[in-house]
């Protein structure tokens, strides 16, 4: 007989519970599996009505971001063999409200990230005969890490600031204006210190760093946050003793 | 972002779960963040001790000498003991929380992690060195 | 700018005391907490003390430490107040005792090290 590992996924279904309740389901073990192939196979063969998010099934377009076993995980990328001999607990993304099943509402946080400018912000464009904004490695080294995020909101469902204030503004979202922050092409750096400094912004972080720990993808957006409240503090302290300058 | 957050107009009857009271119970990693945390109020602890301390020398020789008296009393060598626990949490999570703080870069590359530790602890045995000197020598 | 917010002195105040805190208090407390009044070393006697403290860099550098130490206790035990037991709600009277606290413990310790003998 081949082996199987048992799931216990969350099934919330508005119309008909008032809460959400635990399905199991006996799904084939197989080495190479992942969760979400767990989840492809209950949908294909044994429950057609589970709904979840996913697309690239290779880390890239951070879609399947689940609870698994209590962890935030993309589940495309988190084998089953780790979880071997079961059962696996599959959850949707924790602080976030739940749509249907495994499925969160994220409105909350893509208000947040374009509140924050994440794209290149110009005072003035350069005529295209001027060609190209240049950038040495260097440069491009200063950012790049936190340009690999994929807003999966992993980091969000780690974070107990986020938990008890809706209102934070987030882990990913600070990470990638501090992007474009110090993206050397960038002028947008003023504007978006409003935001940021705001208690809502970086202010509310306490460094708990598990959104560090949980990111699929190396970011680390507590890092970000406390580099951004020295710059933030260091531009408090510049337009206090300098108040001429201060816009 | 004064306001509530904000969802879809038209969004089905979601569910959200209300966080518990004890969340930084519930993972390993809440709780030492808690306790890194809490490691503020011995060090609040050791600040009032100080002025404690430097009012009885204030008072003269026989103030102070009641007042390490009363030091030896064995709640307050316990207390010391915990707070002492909690202050060396404070000062190593402080020491390696650093670097993340810090992003410095040298010559167009960030410093490694390490070379951002190590002076803290250069600096915490020097400081200590020079204060054991100072209280030690006869 | 918009609103200025206060936070960015409250976090320098915060952060200063907490490599303060570090890098001296330990040392401090295990000398004057166990190791004296356990006797495994001798304390300095009463005059010697008294000399260490009322000399101007160590009144200075006691002031900064116990005011410092407060401030970064202040800071970090607000926010464990609103995030562990939840009660955001009560924000004023928190922030008053918390940073009220700090400033009045550093009016003490400026008071006793100026008139310190």
């Given at each position: 007989m081949a082996e199987t590992i048992t799931l216990e996924v969350t099934r919330y279904r508005p119309e008909r519970e008032r809460e959400p309740t635990f399905q199991t389901y006996e799904v084939p073990f197989r080495k190479d599996w992942v969760v979400l192939d767990a989840l492809n196979y209950i949908k294909d063969r044994l429950d057609g009505s589970l709904s979840y998010r996913w697309s690239c099934r290779m880390g890239v377009c951070g879609s399947c971001g689940m609870m698994v076993d209590g962890e935030p995980k993309l589940t495309c990328a988190t084998f089953l063999s780790g979880y071997m001999p079961g059962p696996v607990r599959v959850e949707p993304l924790q602080y976030f409200p739940v749509v249907r099943d495994l499925v969160i509402e994220m409105t909350d946080f893509m208000v947040k990230l374009k509140s924050v400018k994440p794209w290149i912000v110009r005072q003035e464009e350069k005529p295209l005969s001027e060609g190209e904004y240049l950038q040495t490695p260097d440069q491009l080294d200063t950012y790049k890490q936190f340009s690999m995020c994929i807003n999966c909101m992993l980091c969000y469902a780690a974070c107990p600031v986020y938990a008890l204030d809706p209102r934070f503004i987030g882990p990913a979202a600070i990470a990638l204006a501090q992007r474009y922050n110090q993206?050397?092409?960038?002028?947008g750096a003023e504007e978006r210190l409003d935001i940021l400094s705001q208690h809502e912004g970086i202010w509310a972080c306490t460094f708990v760093g598990e959104c560090t720990k949980v990111c699929p993808k190396n970011v680390d957006p507590a890092g970000a946050i406390q580099q951004y409240k020295l710059t933030s503090t260091k531009e408090w302290f510049k337009s206090f003793l300098m108040p001429w300058r201060a816009k | 972002m004064n306001e509530a957050p904000v969802y879809t107009k038209y969004h089905p009857r979601w569910y959200r779960a209300r966080v518990s009271t004890y969340w930084w119970s519930r993972r390993w990693a809440y709780l030492k963040f808690i306790l890194r945390e809490l490691s503020s109020i011995f060090v609040a602890y050791f600040a009032i001790l100080t002025l404690l301390q430097v009012r009885a020398l204030g008072g003269g020789p026989e103030a102070y000498a009641r007042f390490q008296a009363w030091m030896k009393a064995p709640i307050l060598i316990a207390l010391n003991a915990l707070s002492l626990f909690f202050v060396l949490v404070h000062a190593l999570t402080w020491f390696h929380l650093a670097p993340k703080a810090m992003a410095v870069r040298m010559r167009g590359r960030r410093v490694p992690d390490f070379l951002i530790v190590l002076p803290n602890y250069i600096a915490w045995l020097a400081a200590s060195a020079i204060l054991a000197w100072l209280l030690l020598r006869r | 700018m918009a609103k200025r917010s206060n936070e960015p002195v409250l976090w320098a105040l915060f952060s200063a005391g907490g490599v303060v805190a570090a890098l001296l208090i330990p040392i401090l407390l295990f000398l004057y907490g166990l190791a004296f009044p356990l006797g495994w070393l001798e304390p300095p006697a009463y005059h010697r003390t008294l000399a260490l403290v009322s000399h101007p860099l160590g009144r200075l550098v006691l002031f900064v430490l116990c005011s410092l130490s407060l401030f970064h206790w202040a800071h970090r035990f607000r926010y464990t107040l609103y995030d562990g037991l939840q009660i955001k709600h009560l924000n004023e009277v928190i922030f008053f005792l918390c940073y009220g606290g700090a400033a009045a413990g550093t009016a003490l310790a400026g008071y006793m090290l100026w008139t310190i003998p």
């Amino acid at each position: 007989m081949a082996e199987t590992i048992t799931l216990e996924v969350t099934r919330y279904r508005p119309e008909r519970e008032r809460e959400p309740t635990f399905q199991t389901y006996e799904v084939p073990f197989r080495k190479d599996w992942v969760v979400l192939d767990a989840l492809n196979y209950i949908k294909d063969r044994l429950d057609g009505s589970l709904s979840y998010r996913w697309s690239c099934r290779m880390g890239v377009c951070g879609s399947c971001g689940m609870m698994v076993d209590g962890e935030p995980k993309l589940t495309c990328a988190t084998f089953l063999s780790g979880y071997m001999p079961g059962p696996v607990r599959v959850e949707p993304l924790q602080y976030f409200p739940v749509v249907r099943d495994l499925v969160i509402e994220m409105t909350d946080f893509m208000v947040k990230l374009k509140s924050v400018k994440p794209w290149i912000v110009r005072q003035e464009e350069k005529p295209l005969s001027e060609g190209e904004y240049l950038q040495t490695p260097d440069q491009l080294d200063t950012y790049k890490q936190f340009s690999m995020c994929i807003n999966c909101m992993l980091c969000y469902a780690a974070c107990p600031v986020y938990a008890l204030d809706p209102r934070f503004i987030g882990p990913a979202a600070i990470a990638l204006a501090q992007r474009y922050n110090q993206d050397s092409r960038d002028q947008g750096a003023e504007e978006r210190l409003d935001i940021l400094s705001q208690h809502e912004g970086i202010w509310a972080c306490t460094f708990v760093g598990e959104c560090t720990k949980v990111c699929p993808k190396n970011v680390d957006p507590a890092g970000a946050i406390q580099q951004y409240k020295l710059t933030s503090t260091k531009e408090w302290f510049k337009s206090f003793l300098m108040p001429w300058r201060a816009k | 972002m004064n306001e509530a957050p904000v969802y879809t107009k038209y969004h089905p009857r979601w569910y959200r779960a209300r966080v518990s009271t004890y969340w930084w119970s519930r993972r390993w990693a809440y709780l030492k963040f808690i306790l890194r945390e809490l490691s503020s109020i011995f060090v609040a602890y050791f600040a009032i001790l100080t002025l404690l301390q430097v009012r009885a020398l204030g008072g003269g020789p026989e103030a102070y000498a009641r007042f390490q008296a009363w030091m030896k009393a064995p709640i307050l060598i316990a207390l010391n003991a915990l707070s002492l626990f909690f202050v060396l949490v404070h000062a190593l999570t402080w020491f390696h929380l650093a670097p993340k703080a810090m992003a410095v870069r040298m010559r167009g590359r960030r410093v490694p992690d390490f070379l951002i530790v190590l002076p803290n602890y250069i600096a915490w045995l020097a400081a200590s060195a020079i204060l054991a000197w100072l209280l030690l020598r006869r | 700018m918009a609103k200025r917010s206060n936070e960015p002195v409250l976090w320098a105040l915060f952060s200063a005391g907490g490599v303060v805190a570090a890098l001296l208090i330990p040392i401090l407390l295990f000398l004057y907490g166990l190791a004296f009044p356990l006797g495994w070393l001798e304390p300095p006697a009463y005059h010697r003390t008294l000399a260490l403290v009322s000399h101007p860099l160590g009144r200075l550098v006691l002031f900064v430490l116990c005011s410092l130490s407060l401030f970064h206790w202040a800071h970090r035990f607000r926010y464990t107040l609103y995030d562990g037991l939840q009660i955001k709600h009560l924000n004023e009277v928190i922030f008053f005792l918390c940073y009220g606290g700090a400033a009045a413990g550093t009016a003490l310790a400026g008071y006793m090290l100026w008139t310190i003998p």
